[in-house]
């Protein structure tokens, strides 16, 4: 069994989130005021601009209020490099025998936490937390994350559950496992899942944004679902060779029927040949991009990753004597 005293990191990426910071740890510090567990919270900015790092900065310490049992730090990155790789930045840095992964945005409740640590203290590595509904989202965002959980289900080879997102807790030992992972293009999601152990859900209603504008509209949320699908299955690839199949023998049985129409005595007003050779070149050039793109794509990774940069850069972290030696490699 955990122990209930144990320490909780709470790793939160935000970017330009000044309005919801104080009501996140205001809500964290009520949901945790009657336990046990010493904690810290991590904010991880991710490049603010709007006076949400002054705000962290400000208040960098033991919360009040929290019997000296809970802690705020700031992480704060060199520029914008993404939720992901701040979401990495965080777990690097964690010192919790559990690390609870949410957003500021308060899409994620506080009020989820204690599930999500009663899982744990029975021997659940990792917990993620399901949506039930979500609120505040436009049908489209909602169709499109529907769609892309069940094509990624059918082309990934890792059990990713349906409509879990980053929230979720993981043990000590996920987050090690998770720091020797150091690929450029990352999803959180699907590596918690991937490294295995004891995993389990527990299930919530999401909410809507408490202030300010989403930082994950439909086409950043788009370049993601690309990443984690080109990160975890090279199922395009083969549909690749199987779409040149399905093209050589489409081509051959046009060239066929042009040759019986013609042998027949039929096409007499078409100008021989320009049929067969335009619609046939124009088809299979769009194809041909269409597979150079797709290899383009994965050949970019390998020449990104082999580059082997660090993921990140911190400019400053208010618990600097606790972070690891080599940050961001």
Same mark, same amino acid.
């Given at each position: 069994?955990?122990?209930?005293?144990?320490?909780?990191?709470?790793?939160?990426?935000?970017?330009?989130?000044?309005?919801?910071?104080?009501?996140?740890? +205001?809500?964290?510090?009520?949901?945790?005021?009657?336990?046990?567990?010493?904690?810290?919270?991590?904010?991880?900015?991710?490049?603010?601009?709007?006076?949400?790092?002054?705000? $962290?900065?400000?208040?960098?310490?033991?919360?009040?209020?929290?019997?000296?049992?809970?802690?705020?730090?700031?992480?704060?990155?060199?520029? &914008?490099?993404?939720?992901?790789?701040?979401?990495?930045?965080?777990?690097?840095?964690?010192?919790?025998?559990?690390? $609870?992964?949410? +957003?500021?945005?308060?899409?994620?409740?506080?009020?989820?936490?204690?599930?999500?640590?009663?899982?744990?203290?029975?021997?659940?590595?990792?917990?993620?937390?399901?949506?039930?509904?979500?609120?505040?989202?436009?049908?489209?965002?909602?169709?499109?994350?529907?769609?892309?959980?069940?094509?990624?289900?059918?082309?990934?080879?890792? &059990?990713?559950?349906?409509?879990?997102?980053?929230?979720?807790?993981? +043990?000590?030992?996920?987050? +090690?496992?998770?720091?020797?992972?150091?690929?450029?293009?990352?999803?959180?999601?699907?590596?918690?899942?991937? $490294?295995?152990?004891?995993?389990?859900?527990?299930?919530?209603?999401?909410?809507?944004?408490?202030?300010?504008?989403?930082?994950?509209?439909?086409?950043?949320?788009?370049?993601?679902?690309?990443?984690?699908?080109?990160?975890?299955?090279?199922?395009?690839?083969?549909?690749?060779?199987?779409?040149?199949?399905?093209?050589?023998? $489409?081509?051959?049985?046009?060239?066929?029927?042009?040759?019986?129409?013609?042998?027949?005595?039929?096409?007499?007003?078409?100008?021989?040949?320009?049929?067969?050779?335009?619609?046939?070149?124009?088809?299979?050039?769009?194809?041909?991009?269409?597979?150079?793109?797709?290899?383009?794509?994965?050949?970019?990774?390998?020449?990104?990753?082999?580059?082997?940069?660090?993921?990140?850069?911190?400019?400053?972290?208010?618990?600097?004597?606790?972070?690891?030696?080599?940050?961001?490699?």
């Amino acid at each position: 069994m955990r122990k209930d005293d144990a320490l909780v990191s709470f790793v939160v990426p935000f970017l330009n989130e000044k309005d919801n910071l104080p009501v996140l740890t +205001d809500r964290i510090g009520k949901v945790l005021a009657g336990g046990s567990a010493r904690w810290e919270l991590l904010l991880v900015d991710d490049g603010s601009s709007d006076g949400s790092t002054d705000w $962290v900065r400000e208040h960098a310490g033991i919360i009040p209020g929290s019997g000296g049992r809970g802690v705020i730090r700031l992480v704060r990155l060199s520029r &914008n490099f993404g939720h992901q790789i701040a979401i990495t930045a965080g777990l690097d840095r964690a010192r919790g025998d559990a690390v $609870v992964i949410m +957003d500021a945005d308060l899409q994620d409740p506080p009020e989820v936490i204690p599930d999500l640590l009663d899982k744990w203290r029975e021997g659940v590595d990792v917990v993620y937390a399901v949506r039930r509904s979500r609120q505040g989202e436009t049908w489209l965002k909602k169709t499109l994350a529907a769609g892309f959980y069940r094509i990624f289900h059918a082309l990934a080879k890792v &059990n990713v559950p349906m409509d879990a997102g980053d929230f979720r807790l993981v +043990d000590r030992c996920i987050v +090690d496992a998770l720091r020797q992972m150091r690929e450029l293009h990352r999803f959180m999601r699907g590596l918690t899942c991937w $490294v295995g152990w004891k995993q389990a859900a527990v299930y919530y209603d999401r909410a809507p944004r408490l202030a300010g504008e989403t930082k994950y509209p439909v086409w950043k949320s788009a370049r993601l679902a690309f990443d984690a699908i080109t990160s975890f299955s090279a199922a395009p690839l083969r549909w690749i060779v199987g779409l040149g199949g399905i093209m050589m023998v $489409v081509s051959v049985l046009w060239g066929l029927w042009v040759w019986i129409t013609v042998a027949l005595g039929g096409g007499k007003n078409l100008q021989p040949g320009w049929a067969s050779l335009m619609v046939g070149l124009v088809f299979l050039s769009g194809v041909q991009l269409l597979c150079l793109g797709m290899l383009g794509q994965y050949v970019s990774r390998i020449f990104e990753e082999g580059k082997h940069r660090p993921l990140y850069f911190v400019a400053e972290d208010s618990g600097a004597s606790s972070a690891p030696e080599t940050p961001g490699l």
